[in-house]
């Protein structure tokens, strides 16, 4: 299974997108809360949303994950969950913000 990172988003191939994801035309994956930078896919790159997180279709013709502050990640063709990396306190579990 593959995976790619960039900063506080994880890609993770997988084998089918859920039935219940409808496309966005939105390429934000995620957004910097200080900097109001932002991890965003460009190219052939198709967004989808459940109820509970973000696909990416990606063509054959291949696309990027981009970000202001960190290197461009390539992505091939395929099928990716969009995962946010999460953080602990004692009051409860927050996503992680760049």
Do not use: F
Request: proline share 5%; no cysteine; hydrophobic share 35%.
């Amino acid at each position: 299974m593959k995976m790619y990172r960039q900063g506080d988003v994880l890609i993770q191939e997988v084998k089918e997108i859920p039935k219940e994801a409808v496309k966005i035309t939105d390429p934000v994956l995620a957004h910097g809360e200080v900097t109001g930078h932002k991890h965003q896919v460009v190219g052939a790159v198709q967004v989808m949303q459940s109820p509970r997180q973000k696909y990416l279709e990606v063509e054959e013709d291949g696309g990027r994950l981009v970000h202001e502050e960190h290197g461009a990640v390539e992505l091939p063709a395929g099928k990716y969950a969009v995962i946010r990396q999460r953080e602990y306190n004692p009051q409860a579990n927050r996503y992680v913000m760049d």
